[in-house]
Structures are given as C-alpha cells and as structure tokens.
C-alpha cells in the first residue's frame, strides 16, 4: 500500500496558510496605538502620585469643591458609624458570647433521662412554659428547633450546670421538694436562653446582615465613584502640567501654537471630566442620605431588647417560689 505524500504535503500548507492567515488577523485587530496610549497614561499617573506623596517637586495639586468634601466627609463618617456599630454587634454571631470558654468546658456528664423520668409530669409542665408563649402569639417569630444545637450562651449553661446539681440530690427522697424547684429554676433559665437566641437573631438578620447588605449595595458603588473622580483629577492635574511646562520651555518665538492649542483642548476635556465625576458623585451621595434612615434599624435593636425583657420577665414570674 502507498502513501500519498503529494496529499499529506498540501494539507500541511494549507494548514499553515490558514494559521499564518489567522495570526496575522490578530496582529492587525490589535490596536497598538491604544496600547501605547494607555501604558503612556498609566506611566504618568504612577510618576503624578509618587510626586505628590513625596511633595519632591512642590507640585500644584487642584483642591476639590467644598461641597464634594463635606459630601463624602459626611459619607465616610456615617460609614465608620456603621462599621464602628458592626464591629461590636457581630459578637452575636457567636451564641456563646456571654459566656467564658473555660466555664462551658467543666461542664460534665450527667443522666438526664433519669431525672426526667422520675419527675416528668412536672418537667414538662416548665418546658412548657414557652411554648405557651410561642402559642399565644408572644413569641411567633421563634424557632426554637432550629436553635437546638446551638445553645451555647450563659442561661443556657447555667440550666444544664443545675441539671447536674440535681443528680447530687437524687438519694434524698426528703429533698424532693428542693430538686423540683432546682428542675423549675434549670428549665426557665433553659428557656431564658431561648428567649436570648431570638433576640440574637434579630441581631444578625435586621441589624449586621441588613446593615452589611447596604454597605455592600450603596457605599461600595459610591466609593468607586469617588475612586473616580481621584482619577480624572490626577489626569486632569498631568495635562495641566504639561500645558504649564509646555509654555516655560518655549517663549513666545519658538511656540508652537497649534501644539500648544492641542494640549489646551486635551486639558479643557479633561477638566470637562473632571468635574461631571465631582457633580455626579455629589448627586449619588446625595441620594444615598435621602434614602437613608439609619435610625430604623437601631429601633429594630430597641424593639428586640424590649420583647426580650418583657418575656423573661413573664418566665420569672412564673417561678414557684
């Protein structure tokens, strides 16, 4: 059998016509003068800010309109009020916050199945104490099964550390009466831990989960605005320059006044761009305050705090003494 090199030769030229053809089509579609362009722009930026950090050249520098300060002065301070408040109200996040890590490790075991079953009538009266509140409408954004692994907090402690005290006791028929006040005390702080869960979700969806999502969803944006403006400033601040030392190296003989027009344009345009960034920034922060009611979700703390207090006081008042 033969093999057809005349055949094979002419698919390899074709081959390589077609990729030479290709290379060459992305050799043309590349815009190299773009590319000199924006290296040449980004080589003067870089040299701008390092001459204005280090003030080598005592540089003018083009101030900003006192109201685009103030704007983002007062957007910056009520960003710092909102991170400030995060930085504190996100220990939440941890339902063990209130509790010292040592103090949770000496808890031990117990038999809890024991207790409960010599005094279930009883212990599921307690336990029940709550629920009649989520039944009554008290608590009825409660979910108190899906906290069920994740008590970790003081009350919640404390309640299993009684729980333990009562197996101490359990050989004493004459202190009956003491290990179902103990189990009555073990289950209202239990359910006391419950109510702070609640609470603490609250916390972390109307509160750091809300207030995240605004940064995220508002401030971002308008900080790559005022990004912007920088920017145009700075490029705004280079062609000025090079308008200024363009007419102290050439007297009023040697100018060229088509070249000395060109880069007047180009400046002009500049500070054209420069200051709609300043306008459009001041708009959208602007808008940011009118929209913003910061004061709304601390009242959601406010609302939080107060339904807590008030349930853990009806769970106390229920407390045989």
């Keep these: 059998m033969s093999f057809n090199f005349n055949a094979l030769s002419k698919k390899l030229q074709d081959v390589a016509t077609q990729t030479s053809s290709r290379v060459n089509e992305t050799i043309n579609s590349i815009d190299f003068k773009q590319i000199q362009e924006t290296t040449t722009n980004t080589f003067d930026k870089t040299t701008r800010l390092f001459e204005e950090k280090t003030n080598m050249k005592n540089i003018d520098i083009t101030q900003y309109p006192q109201e685009y300060t103030q704007a983002v002065n007062k957007f910056k301070h009520y960003e710092q009020v909102i991170n400030k408040s995060l930085n504190f109200t996100s220990i939440v996040d941890y ?189 959208e922060i602007n808008k940011l305050f009118e929209e913003l009611n910061l004061l709304d979700y601390f009242k959601k703390l406010v609302q939080a705090e107060l339904d807590y207090h008030k349930n853990s006081v009806k769970l106390l008042e229920s407390f045989d003494f």
């Design 95 to 283: 339902n063990d916050y209130d509790i010292n890590y040592h103090l949770s490790q000496s808890l031990t075991n117990y038999d809890v199945n024991e207790l409960k079953n010599s005094l279930n009538s009883f212990s599921s009266k307690i336990k029940n104490t709550t629920s009649d509140f989520i039944n009554n409408g008290t608590l009825s954004n409660a979910h108190f099964d899906s906290n069920s692994n994740t008590k970790l907090g003081f009350n919640h402690t404390f309640s299993l550390k009684i729980m333990e005290c009562l197996n101490l006791l359990k050989e004493y028929p004459e202190d009956e009466y003491l290990r179902l006040q103990l189990l009555n005390f073990s289950n209202i702080q239990n359910s006391l831990g419950d109510l702070k869960l609640i609470k603490n979700e609250i916390y972390k969806s109307e509160f750091n989960l809300s207030l995240k999502t605004l940064l995220l969803k508002k401030f971002n944006p308008i900080h790559d605005l005022i990004s912007k403006v920088e920017d145009n400033r700075i490029t705004y601040d280079i062609q000025r320059s090079k308008v200024l030392d363009y007419t102290k190296k050439n007297n009023s003989t040697t100018i060229d006044q088509d070249k000395l027009e060109e880069i007047r344009n180009k400046m002009n345009l500049d500070e054209d761009v420069f200051a709609n960034s300043i306008e459009n920034c001041i708009l």
